[in-house]
């Protein structure tokens, strides 16, 4: 358990925010909390969803990001163009390590960076037809492509281009879908925004206009969505799937396609893995089309167990039974699993600060090996997610919203952690501090990390960090004696 009491951690929040001036102060104080069971709904002690104060060093990425990087990128047999300069297509570019199958150029785009490659001439005059050419050249380059989307970076809609237009009128020429995505980097607080754009993008330009096609289903058919397949998470959950007697009709964006999106309404359950990112076509779905869809979590043996059951209460006896198959299945796995790397990291500390569904859904997977998650948040989290994180975490400890730079940093030196979860904007900072980091947006190169298979890979990444002996060689803030005190802003 958590060695911090209520009053320790409320006054470590107040230490921290000192040295704020008073309305930048006032405003971080929304974004922090002290952990409490008992409570019903986040809103009552923590802000989410808002715009980052001003000259201060966020985590957040874009509404781009949100739709290129996250949902729409993924998609495998469609070409994605980050319409506008070149540098957001390339930094977005596999950067996810979003595995998939097939022979990338020919009927898969998902590694490729297509960009319209804005100058300054394109500014003045207009994207418009640079944006037809580029798509006539797709369809002749790449003629396996189902599809095209046209993902807008910044100035696209600062300078008024039509790409509903183009994209309407190529697509009727080229007959194949041509989806214009909204979603400019300027729009709303962070990448949620960006989540929610290409839902709708989805819901208009790919699910509503295949509603009539015709699909032979079963009564077992099922959707994954919001995996996004990082190091091959969704096929180590589509086995436990497909071996407890259901059938994977869709999965995306990882390793997804046009056509499985196309499929998703005729599903007789939506499996969701990241509800940031996914609720908004998930719950379209349902009220359209009436498919129910819940939320499942595949991180550690316990919560495979509890979603394997949870799932499976949708359907019939043979599926229950299936359930129980697979649960019993791998007990022997994972429990060498926690007979080996338990006493390793029994006891260990962790905090975590990750976008989607990490900040909550990995603490289950960090239990079973023993150790405790001292502190969590969100980088774009709404209220909702925060709802779902409140029983997850132990009273007293930290969670934090859009937490700074600054506030990471001080918190991890008071805190004490032996393992930080976080991003890559963050991991070199705490390295280089002497703290032992993973970085949980993409499992640092390695996982998968979902399903009973990436329960021993997550395992053995962590006693991989944790017990390296280079962190022998380095010394964290708190064991190097006094610290400089930091100057409080005028």
């Known amino acids: 358990m958590s060695t911090m009491t209520k009053e320790e951690t409320e006054a470590l929040i107040q230490e921290v925010l000192e040295i704020y001036p008073e309305k930048a102060r006032k405003d971080r104080a929304k974004h922090l909390m002290v952990n409490d069971q008992s409570l019903e709904k986040s809103n009552k002690c923590i802000t989410s969803n808002r715009k980052s104060q001003p000259g201060m060093m966020t985590i957040r990425g874009c509404s781009y990001a949100g739709s290129k990087g996250v949902v729409w990128g993924p998609v495998k047999d469609m070409v994605h163009v980050s319409h506008g300069p070149v540098g957001c297509g390339q930094y977005s570019r596999a950067g996810r390590r979003n595995y998939y199958v097939g022979s990338t150029g020919v009927d898969t785009f998902g590694t490729m960076n297509f960009t319209s490659d804005f100058q300054e001439k394109d500014i003045v005059f207009g994207g418009d037809k640079k944006l037809e050419k580029i798509l006539d050249e797709i369809d002749m380059l790449f003629p396996l492509a189902k599809g095209i989307s046209v993902q807008s970076e910044c ?142 979590n595949f991180f550690g043996p316990t919560k495979i167990a509890e979603s394997l059951r949870a799932i499976a209460q949708h359907f019939d006896d043979r599926i229950k039974d299936g359930a129980e198959r697979v649960i019993a299945k791998y007990e022997a796995e994972w429990t060498a699993v926690v007979e080996k790397y338990r006493p390793r990291l029994q006891g260990k500390r962790v905090m975590l600060y990750v976008g989607g569904l990490r900040p909550r859904h990995i603490i289950g997977a960090y239990e079973d090996l023993g150790m405790e998650v001292v502190g969590t948040g969100y980088e774009f989290g709404h209220n909702d997610d925060y709802d779902r994180t409140i029983p997850e975490m132990n009273n007293a400890t930290l969670i934090y919203d859009d937490i700074t730079g600054y506030e990471f940093e001080e918190f991890v030196k008071r805190v004490k952690p032996d393992l930080i979860g976080s991003g890559v904007k963050e991991k070199y900072i705490f390295q280089k501090m002497g703290i032992p980091f993973r970085q949980m947006h993409s499992w640092d190169y390695s996982g998968p990390y979902h399903g009973y298979d990436g329960f021993a890979i997550f395992a053995r990444d962590m006693d991989m960090t944790l017990n390296n002996p280079c962190w022998d060689n380095m010394t964290p803030p708190w064991k190097r004696g006094s610290e400089p005190v930091a100057m409080a802003a005028e």
């Open 155 to 296: 100035p696209i809609g600062l300078i008024g281009d039509d790409i509903e237009a183009v994209s309407k009128k190529k697509s009727e020429e080229l007959s194949k879908p041509i989806v214009p995505v909204r979603c400019e980097g300027f729009r709303g607080v962070s990448q949620s925004l960006g989540h929610h754009i290409a839902n709708d993008a989805i819901r208009d330009w790919v699910i509503d206009p295949a509603a009539d096609k015709p699909f032979e289903s079963t009564p077992y058919d099922v959707a994954i969505l919001g995996d996004y397949n990082i190091g091959g998470d969704a096929w180590s959950s589509r086995i436990l799937l497909e071996e407890m007697g259901l059938r994977v009709i869709a999965q995306w964006s990882g390793d997804g396609t046009l056509a499985e999106m196309e499929n998703t309404p005729k599903a007789k359950l939506n499996l969701l893995h990241c509800y940031r990112s996914m609720n908004y076509i998930s719950r379209h779905m349902e009220e359209k089309f009436g498919v129910p869809w819940m939320e499942y």
